[in-house]
Structure formats: C-alpha cells, structure tokens
C-alpha cells in the first residue's frame, strides 16, 4: 500500500488532556468541542515549526476561503473533518511518499547513479563532512537516527526543503533562503478555547490574497505548477539550466518549494522503531540519494508567513528576514508586528492581514499571540534554532496607530542604548575597544531582556494616554519620556555589574570612569549621539542641562 500523506494518521498531535494522537491532517478539528488538539508533538521543534506550515500550506492549496467573510465562517464555525477530508482528497495525488507514481517532495528522477547518503542527513543540524572529519561533533552527534519511520523521513524531507541551507556546490538553499524567519498568528477561540485550527486557520490566505500575489494566473488544475515533484525538475546548472521566478509557478509553490533533488529509499522492516520518533512502521528509511544543482528560487518570491526588507529606499526587491542571535524580544517588533521607521521592513503578510482585518471581523475579539520561529544559520551550519512568542495589541485604529508609533520610536531608542552600553563596556575593559577580541552580542541580548516587562508597561501607559487624551498631538510623548528613563537606568546597572573594576586584572580607573562618564551624558541627552538618540530616535525634546546657581552670601 502507498503511504499518502493525505490518508495517512502520521502526524503526532497532543490534546488538551494531555493524550499525545496520530491523525491525518484533515483531522485538525476532531472533537474541537471536547478534548481539542492544541500543537504538534514531535521530538524536535524545527519539526513541530515545519508542521504549522505544512497544514497552513495545505488548508490554503485544497481549502482556501474565497473571501474575508467566508474565512471569517470557518472561524466561528469550524469545518468539521468529513469536509476537511473531502476538500483534502482533491489533492491527495501529490502527496505519495512511496510508490510509483510521483512522490511527494522527490526528485522525478529516480537518481539511481547518485550516491547514497544516511538518512540522519536530512536533518539541518546533523553534521558536515568536515565537522566529521575534524572530529568536531561535540553537541549534536553523527549516527543519532539510523532509520526513520515513514512519517518521521516525510517530516524531514519538508523540514530540508521549507528552511534548506545552503548544503555545498549545486546544493539548492529554500524558496526563502537559508533558515528563514517564519511569524504567525495564534488566536484563542472564544468557544473552543486554545487549539490548533486557533494557531493555523488564522494564517490561511484568501483566493483573493492568493490572486494578487499571482504572476502568471492561478489555475485550480495546475498541480505540476503548484507541487514541483508533479513535473520533471527545473534544474539549474551552468549549462543548460535555469532559475525558478514567480512568473513560472503557481503562487501557492511558495508552500511546497522543493530546491532539494531528493529520493528516499525504503526498506521493509518488521514493527522497527523510528530513531527519532519511537514510532514503530514496517517500512524504514536508512538511506537517500541525492544530486546537486535542483531547482533555484530567484528573488522575487513573497511568502505570506515571512517578514521582508528593502536594503536601501533605493531598491524594490525585498528579501526573506532571517533569525538573528540572541533570540526574541521586543526589538523585533519592527521586523514582525509593525513596519520599520524607516519603512524598509515589513511583517509577514499573515501578521498584516491580521491586524488589519480578519481580527475586527470576529465578533467575539480573541486574544492573539504572534509566534516566530526558525534557524539561525551561519552559512550552511544550523547555529541554533530560535523561536518565541508575543503578544498583540489590538484596539480601535487611532490606538493602533499611536501604539506603532511608539513601538518604532521605542525600539529605535532602546537599539542605540543597546549600542552605547556595548562601546561603553568595551572602553572600560579594552585600552583599545576596536581591537577586542570575542562576541559582545552578550550584552544587548542581556539589556533587552532586563528591558522587556518594562516595554510592555509602557505600551500599556500609551494605551491609557491615546484614551484619556484625546486632543493630545502626541499621546505618546509621555510615555517615551518615561521609557528614556528606564533605558539609562538598566544601561548604567548593567554598565556598573559587567564592567566593575573590582574584577579587572588590570585596573585602569580613568579609563573606567572615562567610558562610565560618556555613557551617562549620551543617556542624559548630551553631545551629538545622545542628542540623536532623544530627538531622533525617540522624538523627543533632550532634557533640559541642569543650571547650578551661587547664592551671594550677606555679610
């Protein structure tokens, strides 16, 4: 029997009991009403990541709402799995992973004269050649999954292909890059409660957003456009091969980008464990072959879950954001939740959407969360994978407004203390900064977190001050004034903790009290930076120099 992903119960899911299931995706919405599914449970979070996109992929490929007001139905009365199932089966043919017809995310080519490769390969943090060869495993070991059950390779296949890295000469990176950054709403139901349909159909594309995204048409019948693997591969090789642009899919690709060239070879096995899973199957992967040079996603693509950026105002074309060090917090409000200052970032078109309109269009308003995940790649080694979630501030659009207002002026201040903290720091214990050795990033990772609650205070104070200040030209002012006190506060406890002098080898007092000084008067709204960092930055008036005056004794 072929193993279809459509048909199948391979994905392991957790219900609000606690009870960990195996459905079919078109089970999403079994028993909603009395023990609902709340996420994925797969031993990795890159998997669980993948699988969000997986279901969002195929609930806007077979299931897309026609309009906001039909994507707003199926959020107060969702479908039930029957629907689900019959929507799902339209599709079923591009999801066999075995098989002799044409298998989900592999090659059409069979690749026979293609060398094999350990199924633990798959995996993006499973290490290199070299890292091999220099005996250098020490975190992450070679060898950790043998074999993989059928539904654990098939999970691994789309995990590659949705966040591919850069993987070596011809070795194809995803339709986003290497480790993109993927943001999407979660929204709680006001019936249901927590459940997974709150943490995918609220990220689901309209076939009117679907239609305007579109370079080239949408035809429903176009599987081969939609779903690579359908059709032979657009290869890309010096000779004779060519880039993929959005003019030559189908706009819904972007789900199923496939850049890998990629065939699993499946063994029979008797009720054999998965190595990652522990699920048993009585058909494992060990093994895949691979070849270079697939297909190559130009610029140009736009995919509804990522947040882009121009590099200048100059240039039209937007490119994927990617994870960054130090995790998540509230200075990526301006990549995830609003736009830029600058204008040159943007969130995800699922976030904008959001915010925008499906959420005025619920009757009940539901608390909203916005979740961000991905790799943090440096080049083609997985650093570490990131992920984090937030919560959203959704009001009347005047307070919606103003609160973005605030969120770029905040973030842009808090970014330039972050950096004069850091120089600060450096000077105190470096006799010559540019020249110190190691990763600093440490130190604004730490301040943005000693930060953070005091941000969401002061949304909270901006919240209040649009609303009891209505004639206000700048209810924000205030609360800025109040946030510039809260950075040059925790910039100089930090200052004072990691540059003490009582833990300096080599004591230099001067040059301590010298970076400690300037730090205080850029705080202070002093000199050229400082006076940036209040007028530019935050928009705000520098405070006042303070006046010291000589009383005349009588005599």
């Known amino acids: 029997m072929t193993f279809n992903l459509i048909r199948e119960p391979w994905l392991p899911v957790r219900r609000r009991s606690g009870i960990v299931d195996h459905i079919p995706p078109w089970r999403i919405t079994d028993r909603i009403a009395e023990d609902p599914i709340i996420g994925f449970a797969w031993p990795r979070p890159d998997f669980n990541g993948a699988a969000h996109e997986l279901l969002i992929g195929l609930l806007s490929t077979a299931s897309p709402p026609e309009d906001e007001d039909a994507w707003a139905d199926w959020w107060n009365h969702p479908p039930t799995p029957y629907l689900l199932e019959q929507r799902f089966s339209t ?27 350990e199924i633990a390969v798959l ?52 339709l986003r890059g290497g480790g993109p950054l993927t943001s999407l709403i979660i929204a709680e139901h006001a019936e249901y409660g927590a459940n997974l349909w709150g943490r995918t ?13 579109a370079v080239n048409g949408t035809g429903s019948d ?30 819904l690709q972007v789900y199923w980008g496939m850049p890998r060239r990629i065939r699993l070879h499946f063994e029979e096995a008797i009720n054999q464990r998965c190595g990652l899973s522990g699920m048993q199957d009585t058909v494992m992967v060990k093994h895949f072959r691979t070849k270079n040079y697939g297909t190559n996603y130009s610029d140009g693509f736009q995919h509804p879950l990522t947040p882009y950026y121009r ?170 004034q109040e946030w510039a006190k809260v950075l040059a506060r925790a910039a100089e406890q930090l200052f004072d903790e990691l540059a003490d002098p009582g833990n300096m080898e080599n004591r230099d007092m001067l040059r301590h009290v010298s970076a400690r000084h300037y730090l205080t008067l850029a705080l202070g709204g002093r000199g050229k930076t400082g006076k940036s960092l209040f007028e530019t930055d935050l928009e705000i008036p520098s405070p006042a120099k303070p006046s010291f005056t000589h009383k005349k004794e009588a005599g």
């Not at 159909?201 to 995204?213: C, G, Y």
């Open 91 to 117: 599709i079923s043919s591009a999801f066999d992973l075995d098989g002799t017809r044409a298998r989900f995310m592999q090659d059409s080519d069979a690749l026979e004269t293609a060398p094999h490769k």
């Open 222 to 251: 176009d599987l081969p456009r939609t779903f690579p693997w359908m059709s032979h591969t657009r290869t890309s090789e010096k000779a004779g091969g060519k880039d993929t642009t959005p003019a030559d899919v189908h706009p």
């Open 201 to 213: 159909w609220p990220n689901v594309e309209s076939l009117e957003q679907i239609a305007e995204r």
């Open 123 to 174: 995996l993006i943090d499973t290490p290199g050649a070299q890292t091999l060869q220099n005996n250098a495993d020490l975190f992450v070991k070679r060898g950790a999954a043998p074999a993989l059950s059928r539904a654990t390779a098939a999970m691994a296949l789309f995990t590659l292909n949705t966040y591919a890295p850069s993987g070596g000469a011809g070795h194809r990176t995803s």
């Open 311 to 480: 590099q200048n105002s100059k240039i039209t074309t937007k490119l994927p954001e990617h994870p960054n060090p130090g995790g998540f917090s509230y200075r990526m409000w301006p990549r995830v939740v609003v736009s830029s200052k600058d204008r040159l970032r943007e969130p995800a078109q699922a976030v904008r959407h959001w915010r925008h309109d499906r959420h005025a269009r619920i009757p009940d308003r539901v608390a909203a969360r916005l979740a961000a995940f991905g790799y943090d790649m440096d080049n083609m080694k997985a650093r570490a994978w990131m992920e984090g979630e937030m919560p959203l501030y959704e009001f009347d659009e005047e307070t919606r407004t103003w609160l973005e207002i605030f969120i770029r002026r905040a973030t842009a201040g808090a970014n330039t203390v972050a950096r004069l903290l850091t120089g600060a720091v450096k000077s105190a214990l470096h006799a010559r900064p540019v020249d110190a050795s190691g990763d600093f990033g440490f130190i604004s990772e730490r301040f943005f977190r000693d930060t953070e609650k005091d941000f969401y205070s002061a949304l909270d104070m901006t919240k209040r001050h649009v609303r009891n200040h209505p004639d206000s030209e700048d209810p924000a002012m205030t609360p800025l």
